[in-house]
């Protein structure tokens, strides 16, 4: 019966795994995804506390001088988007000791900020981790930092001065030609939707298997401080190299707004402070297929600003 049914002419090996793959398709309802974020290493101005830019390079050199006349310069802090340098020597370290604590971490996909402080810091985590061999470094612009305006080139307490002036706090405080917290999080939300949308289609296509197989459990094993936390066995797992204040905005996001429960006796302000450099946060996505589209039905914290791997430098 067998032999009678392969030697039909048009019935072969490879339709029926098309048959099997298209009827995958139709049944996955559910798809589980773990999302690792991880700020970039040190640079130079995050050493020396300069806000790195997105202004023109005489524009800069005018700011800065204005700067200089009008304010004291003290110490660094962020880095923006103009103002694309590499990682110090400090930095360098502290993406080897992430690439080395996150060796046996399984990623099914790595997103990259396409500024260079972002990408050597990934290169350094997927040099070291077994699962990234083969894997292809996706940069994305949506995953910039946060533009300072003319305040990039200038000192943090400058721009608490530029604040308090205007009668608001900083962070919310938006330099002139700045973005506002809430154009970042529109963009936070473009890469979500891109992002989600494309592991989605790329299960599928891989012949994603149905809702059982998919769901989420319903009670979190519990965490047990360790590089694999509520990702052990998970084959979908997002690597995101970006930046202190675009992490920011992001835990905000999923805090706020898309009801993202905080690790048990977690402090809410430090949970959403800035992270250190390297620093890890991990989430818990659901996915759900519903009529129209994919949609993010539930998010779980598993960590916030995880450095345990930069202890010791």
Not at 16 to 43: D, P
Not at 77 to 91: K, R, V
Not at 237 to 260: D, I, N, P, Q, S
Request: charged content about 25%; overall charge neutral.
């Amino acid at each position: 019966m067998r032999g009678l049914f392969w030697a039909t002419s048009w019935v072969t090996p490879e339709l029926v795994l098309v048959a099997v793959r298209a009827l995958n398709f139709t049944s996955m309802k559910v798809l589980k995804l773990g999302l690792t974020l991880v700020r970039h290493g040190e640079t130079q101005y995050n050493k020396e506390g300069l806000l790195q830019g997105s202004v023109s390079h005489i524009d800069r050199a005018v700011t800065c001088l204005l700067w200089f006349i009008l304010y004291t310069f003290i110490s660094v802090l962020h880095a923006g988007q103009t103002i694309d340098s590499g990682l110090s020597e400090i930095g360098l370290q502290q993406a080897e000791a992430a690439g080395r604590y996150l060796k046996d971490v399984l990623f099914s996909n790595v997103f990259v900020s396409d500024m260079l402080r972002a990408r050597q810091t990934a290169e350094a985590i997927m040099r070291q981790n077994r699962s990234c061999c083969g894997l292809r470094m996706v940069c994305d612009p949506l995953l910039k930092e946060r533009s300072f305006g003319i305040a990039e080139g200038g000192h943090i307490k400058d721009v608490r001065e530029m604040a308090k002036a205007a009668g608001q706090t900083f962070p919310d405080f938006t330099p002139p030609e700045g973005e506002t917290q809430d154009q970042v999080k529109e963009r936070v939300e473009r890469f979500l939707d891109k992002t989600l949308r494309r592991i989605w289609d790329e299960r599928r296509r891989d012949g994603g298997e149905d809702d059982r197989a998919e769901r989420a459990p319903a009670e979190a094993p519990p965490d047990e401080g360790t590089a694999e936390d509520g990702v052990g066995g998970t084959p979908l797992h997002a690597l995101v190299v970006t930046h202190g204040a675009y992490m920011c905005v992001a835990a905000r996001y999923f805090v706020e707004e898309l009801r993202c429960p905080l690790p048990p006796g977690s402090d809410k302000a430090a949970m959403l402070s800035i992270s250190p450099n390297t620093g890890l946060c991990r989430f818990i996505l659901t996915l759900r297929k519903e009529e129209g589209g994919v949609k993010l039905s539930h998010v779980r914290c598993v960590f916030m600003h995880r450095r345990d791997h930069i202890r010791s430098l």
